[in-house]
């Protein structure tokens, strides 16, 4: 490679760092930021780039920003784990850990806790971003004392450790002055919450939630999950504001929205909200907007929601102003455009079919063999008096079967600009 050989070191080492693996751009609809954690392969960066020839092998190898990532799930030996951590020298690192064959080991693959754990508990204190999964107990394993260079933090307790966790009322986490983003799915502890910009956190019980609420203080980005019984034989405590939330991540019991005020709310996704009366939902939901008196720019609807739910939520005064952005099922975008139809005869056009199926999800169809042409622009007019500030419509049905034309339908992005075109 004669015009490779004359590149300088220093600029080979930053094409070298932009051949690691990218981390997984999941959008708005991920609450916690995409950190990357690198699977040690050969067919990747930075070993793939070590089997090219000597002088890059020498530079790679030599290159401590190249390793200080790692999927330790993936490390075959621990001779090989410590050989790439000792090439990150003295680098903040990320690293994931996962205990794993937990019940049933297999004696050719102990569980990665028992080869690893001793190595990698000595590098805790240099780690930028750490996620634990099936986490032992502490009896098993203590957290260390200080974390310096901790930022984030995704915490997943293994189902044996959680019950002998929850007595604990000394901090499983230890100084960690840089935290700032943290997934937590344990018992009840002590943990810096006064802190943290992002939190994803599943509360164990109210008692729990309302203690702590209040401290959400700095919290930008929230995910709450409440349980399906979270709230049953209680009553609901007085709504906490929560002060500085732009982007709510909101699943499970819908009532747990009648808990919270978020005045900055700008970003709102609902995931899978579960209730046994879909009015319920919807007033839920109408009451964490009103109370909140926010703008919504981003509302982000996924599987669970009620029939009812488009019209009632969609056109709140609260949303429709100022809408920028709407992922929303073909399902749900059916029911309210048949709502808006229903509450105000004559709104669509004539001409303007809405395509249903029993067996499959809705969909939105140009449908020109049914009237000669015509399209779904004339919807996208409609889009456009509702939503005045709308840009960009998602159409999200999950994985799904399509009998007419054996193909698998995913989620679908319409950008409406200049004219609205409205194309599925």
């Given at each position: 490679m004669p015009g490779i050989s004359a590149v300088p070191n220093e600029i080979l080492e930053e094409i070298f760092w932009r051949c690691l693996p990218s981390p997984p751009d999941r959008g708005l609809a991920s609450e916690f930021p995409s950190i990357l954690y690198i699977d040690p392969s050969s067919a990747t960066a930075p070993l793939l780039l070590c089997q090219?020839?000597?002088?890059w092998r020498e530079l790679a190898?030599?290159?401590?920003c190249l390793w200080a990532s790692l999927n330790t799930v993936s490390a075959r030996t621990s001779e090989q784990l410590e050989l790439w951590l000792s090439r990150a020298r003295h680098r903040n690192l990320s690293l994931r850990i996962e205990r794993r064959y937990l019940y049933h080991p297999h004696p050719h693959y102990p569980s990665s806790s028992a080869?690893?754990?001793p190595l990698l508990v000595t590098k805790f204190s240099r780690c930028q971003a750490l996620a634990l999964k099936n986490w032992p107990a502490p009896s098993d394993f203590a957290m260390p004392a200080s974390f310096p260079q901790l930022e984030s933090l995704w915490v997943q307790m293994s189902n044996d450790a959680l019950e002998e966790a929850r007595s604990i009322s000394r901090p499983l986490l230890g100084h960690a002055p840089r935290l700032r983003c943290l997934h937590w799915d344990g018992p009840d502890v002590p943990l810096p919450w006064g802190q943290l910009l992002y939190l994803s956190w599943r509360p164990a019980n109210m008692d729990i939630f309302s203690r702590t609420v209040h401290q959400f203080t700095s919290i930008t980005t929230l995910q709450l999950d409440f349980s399906w019984r979270f709230f049953e034989g209680i009553s609901l405590p007085e709504p906490c504001v929560v002060p500085q939330v732009a982007t709510l991540f909101f699943g499970g019991n819908a009532a747990g929205l009648r808990t919270i005020i978020t005045p900055l709310l700008r970003h709102l996704v609902l995931q899978k909200l579960t209730v046994e009366d879909d009015t319920e939902q919807d007033l839920a939901i109408i009451h964490l907007l009103e109370r909140s008196c926010c703008a919504i720019v981003t509302l982000e609807i996924y599987e669970g929601c009620s029939p009812s739910f488009p019209c009632l939520v969609l056109l709140h005064d609260c949303i429709a102003p100022s809408l920028t952005r709407l992922v929303i099922s073909s399902h749900d975008l059916n029911d309210f455009f048949s709502s808006i139809e229903t509450m105000v005869p004559d709104t669509l056009p004539m001409n303007v079919r809405?395509?249903?199926?029993?067996?499959?999800?809705?969909?939105i169809d140009r449908l020109d063999f049914c009237a000669p042409g015509t399209s779904t622009s004339a919807l996208a007019r409609v889009l456009a008096r509702c939503f005045p500030c709308?840009?960009?419509?998602?159409?999200?049905?999950g994985f799904c079967w399509d009998d007419d034309d054996e193909s698998d339908v995913?989620?679908?992005?319409?950008?409406i600009g200049g004219e609205r075109t409205f194309m599925v």
């Open positions: 090219i020839c000597r002088r190898t030599s290159s401590p080869l690893y754990l809405l395509l249903r199926a029993v067996d499959r999800c809705f969909h709308l840009v960009q419509l998602d159409l999200d049905d995913f989620e679908t992005s319409v950008v």
